[in-house]
C-alpha cells in the first residue's frame, strides 16, 4: 500500500465552480498535512499546512483533515484558469520525513 | 534564509554517459529526498537521505544511486544514461515541520 494516495487525474471542472482534490495516507501517526501547487514544468511550491483536525482557511483554498478516516483534502472555491496546476499531498510523520504524493492533475476550463 | 539550491539547472548529456546532480538544504534540514517527474507523469520517488544515511529507497534501476554528506548537502548520480532518463529531478528538503523544493535540473537525454 502506497503511503499517501492520490488520484492522478486529470480532474476537470468548469471556471468559477469548487474543485475538490483528495488524499489519504496510511500512517496514523503522521502528524501534520501539506498541500503543494506545481505548475508545468515548474517546482512543487508550498500553498496549505494543517495540523489538526477540521478545516484551514486561506483564501479561496480550505484544507480538510480527518485523521479518524486517514485523509486530507483541498477545495478550491471560484476555481479559475490559473489554478491549472498538479496539486501535491503531502504527510510529515516525524524525524523530519515527509512524504508525497504523486500529484492530482486539475484543469479548470474557461 | 537560503533556499533549496539544486545544481545546474539544465544538463544535456549523450546516451551512455554518467550524470552527477547536486541538492544543497535549507540549513538546519538533515533529510533530501529526490524525485523524478517525466512530462505527464507525477512525482516518482527516488530516495531519502537523513543524516548521511538512505533512509528510503524507490524502485528505480541500480543506475540511479545517491550520497549525503555531513553538511548533509546530497548528491545524485545516474550512471549509464537512457533516452528514458530525460526528466525534472526535484530535490526536496525536509525541516521538523516542512518540505521545500528546489528549482529542479532538467537533464535531457539525446
Known amino acids: 500500500q502506497k503511503e499517501v494516495e492520490q488520484n492522478s487525474g486529470p480532474l476537470s471542472v468548469p471556471e468559477g465552480a469548487i474543485a475538490s482534490l483528495n488524499c489519504t495516507y496510511s500512517?496514523?501517526?503522521?502528524?501534520?498535512f501539506f498541500w503543494y501547487r506545481q505548475y508545468s514544468g515548474k517546482s512543487p511550491e508550498l500553498i496549505m499546512s494543517?495540523?489538526?483536525?477540521g478545516d484551514k482557511e486561506d483564501g479561496r483554498f480550505t484544507a480538510q483533515l480527518n485523521k479518524a478516516s486517514q485523509y486530507v483534502s483541498l477545495l478550491i472555491r471560484d476555481s479559475q484558469p490559473s489554478d491549472s496546476a498538479t496539486y501535491l499531498c503531502?504527510?510529515?510523520?516525524?524525524?523530519?520525513?515527509?512524504?508525497f504524493g504523486i500529484g492530482t492533475k486539475l484543469q479548470v476550463i474557461p | 534564509k537560503a533556499g533549496v539550491t539544486q545544481t545546474p539547472r539544465y544538463l544535456i548529456k549523450t546516451r551512455g554517459q554518467q550524470v552527477t546532480l547536486s541538492c544543497s538544504p535549507i540549513?538546519?534540514?538533515?533529510?533530501v529526498s529526490w524525485y523524478q517527474q517525466t512530462p505527464g507523469q507525477g512525482l516518482q520517488f527516488l530516495f531519502e537521505?537523513?543524516?548521511?544515511?538512505?533512509?528510503n529507497k524507490g524502485n528505480f534501476p541500480g543506475r540511479f544511486s545517491g550520497r549525503q554528506f555531513s553538511n548533509s548537502r546530497s548528491e545524485m548520480n545516474v550512471s549509464t544514461l537512457e533516452l528514458g532518463d530525460s526528466a525534472l529531478y526535484l530535490c526536496?528538503?525536509?525541516?521538523?515541520?516542512?518540505?521545500?523544493f528546489g528549482q529542479g535540473t532538467r537533464l535531457t537525454v539525446v
Open positions: 526536496a528538503s525536509s525541516g521538523e515541520y516542512e518540505a521545500f
Open positions: 500512517d496514523r501517526g503522521s502528524q501534520s
Open positions: 494543517i495540523y489538526s483536525n
Open positions: 503531502a504527510v510529515y510523520g516525524g524525524y523530519q520525513k515527509v512524504t
Open positions: 540549513s538546519g534540514h538533515r533529510s
Open positions: 537521505y537523513f543524516s548521511e544515511t538512505q533512509r
